[in-house]
């Protein structure tokens, strides 16, 4: 007998809705394109402009500034204007903001192109996952969804290798290139071309049936459904409708708790947030290959280096999407801190005793301390893609109820970007310092991130989504 019209299966199975999960995951391609590719101009920006290590640091993490303000309205705007409107809207500002700061003749307006970047990098962080969630099966949900933070780490490693790419061609970052203008500007403006390429992109995807039930364009809904998700449509429509009827906008009022203003699991949320960014996972890519200047490496080798840590960032990451749901997060949680207690602790302890060398004085590697410094960065940044990297996102998405799940995401996401701007701001003038005094500090927040995971994070595996009300309002057990 034939299958009735509202439960037929995808007209195309599973492939359509991934393909379509894969084109709006570009969106997190260019997340990661864009914050990591001034990475191979800092040396360069620092002479070009002449600035100090302090104003270095604020133009090179000034983009994140535009994040936290577009991941917080990226959602309303979504809600108003659509999904797809709104992912080729962050499509147009990395275009404009790649060529803008291409064409940066201060640093200045650097700073103003690179936080319209970070404008398209927050909507970006939120609208992809957000639509993927929305178009996908519920047995491939999961999967498809480990597809943003797969398409960030991957956009880490192709940024740094057209960084490489453009500096090997050009005999530096600061030098020009064979078909003209400086390397470092030709860096910039590469963001250009895939940003273009995810906005082509997202005009052949269909608008999430979320968004075309609240806009009761039903009909439309029901073809989105029947040929991405499957099942019974008109119930699903049904279902929709109801949850759109039953939801109010986003209330900070709804976070309040007895604990210094917020409930408890909040405050969760916002220090595994800061936490995540306070090891200082982002010096690594986006100071890196500077870094490796500092102590001796030449600007083709530490560009090199920075590849190979970025192809290292991506098979952790598929290492923790195979392990978050076998051994839970927590356990990955205090094995990752652990890791990186141990890699920064070695990383510390290598600089801080290294000779100095030059006026100012750096740190020299050695032909021992050298290799030792390569593999502990690396064990650092195994020890974090494994599981700090994916697993807090995957928590943040877990762990608090549906009835607060929208504004506690805010809160942490904002935190999540002001604490990686405050460490990518401070790192040039901790380096003056001393580079083992910024990754002793590191190393601390390493062990206090421990233990924190230890006394107060919950565990999520195995919970349904509706029992975690109990987290919510702080009576749950942490394990």
């Known amino acids: 007998m034939a299958t009735p019209a509202n439960t037929a299966q995808p007209a195309h199975g599973h492939t359509a809705a991934i393909l379509v999960a ?34 270095l640091g604020f133009v090179v993490s000034s983009a994140l500034l535009g994040c936290a303000v577009g991941a917080w309205f990226a959602g309303p705007l979504a809600d108003k204007f659509g999904r797809v409107r709104v992912m080729l809207i962050a499509a147009a500002l ?8 291409a064409l940066a003749f201060s640093a200045i307006d650097l700073t103003v192109w690179r936080v319209l970047g970070g404008l398209a990098v927050g909507a970006a962080s939120v609208i992809a996952p957000a639509y993927i969630a929305e178009i996908a099966p519920a047995e491939l949900r999961g999967r498809l969804g480990s597809l943003q933070q797969l398409a960030i780490v991957i956009g880490i490693f192709v940024a740094l290798l057209v960084d ?43 608008e999430s049936p979320r968004y075309l039930v609240a806009r009761h364009e039903e009909n439309k809904a029901r073809q989105v459904l029947r040929r991405f998700v499957g099942g019974d449509v008109d119930l699903r429509v049904r279902e929709i409708a109801r949850s759109l009827r039953s939801e ?15 409930r408890p699991i909040v405050w969760v949320g916002i220090l595994l947030s800061v936490f995540q960014q306070f090891v200082g996972i982002n010096v690594i890519f986006y100071y890196s290959s500077t870094l490796w200047q500092a102590v ?10 920075t590849v190979i840590t970025s192809v290292t960032n991506i098979v952790t990451t598929l290492v923790a999407i195979a392990l978050v749901d076998r051994i839970g997060r927590k356990p990955l949680l205090l094995a990752g801190a ?10 510390a302890y290598v600089f801080a005793t290294a000779p100095l060398q030059g006026n100012p004085p750096e740190p020299v590697l050695g032909d021992v301390q050298g290799p030792i410094a390569l593999i502990a960065a690396n064990v650092f940044v195994f020890a974090f893609g494994a599981s700090w990297g994916p697993v807090v996102w995957v928590l943040l ?32 003038e901790l380096a003056d310092i001393g580079l083992g005094v910024a990754y002793g500090l590191y190393t601390a927040f390493s062990a206090l991130a421990f233990v924190f995971v230890l006394k107060a994070v919950p565990e999520t595996k195995g919970r349904e989504l509706e029992d975690m009300e109990n987290l919510t309002t702080g009576r749950g057990r942490s394990e």
């Open 22 to 55: 894969s084109a709006a995951a570009l969106g997190g391609f260019m997340f990661g394109y864009d914050t990591a590719v001034i990475n191979g101009t800092v040396g360069a920006l620092g002479s070009e402009f002449r600035i100090s290590s302090v104003a």
């Open 94 to 101: 990395f275009v404009v903001s790649a060529i803008g700061s």
């Open 164 to 206: 490489y790419l453009i500096a090997a061609a050009s005999g530096g970052a600061a030098e020009p290139a064979p078909w003209g203008g400086t390397a470092w500007r030709w860096m910039f403006a590469s963001a250009a071309i895939p940003a273009a390429l995810w906005g082509f992109i997202a005009l052949q995807i269909p």
């Open 248 to 262: 109010r906008p986003v209330r900070l009022s709804d976070l309040r708790g007895p604990r210094l203003g917020l």
């Open 296 to 305: 001796g490496f030449t600007e083709k080798d530490s560009l090199v280096i």
């Open 338 to 347: 652990a890791g990186m207690v141990i890699s920064l602790g070695v990383l």
């Open 397 to 428: 998405g877990e762990m608090f109820s549906n009835r607060i799940r929208a504004s506690a995401l805010a809160v942490a996401a904002a935190a999540q970007w002001i604490a990686n701007w405050l460490v990518s701001t401070t790192f040039p």
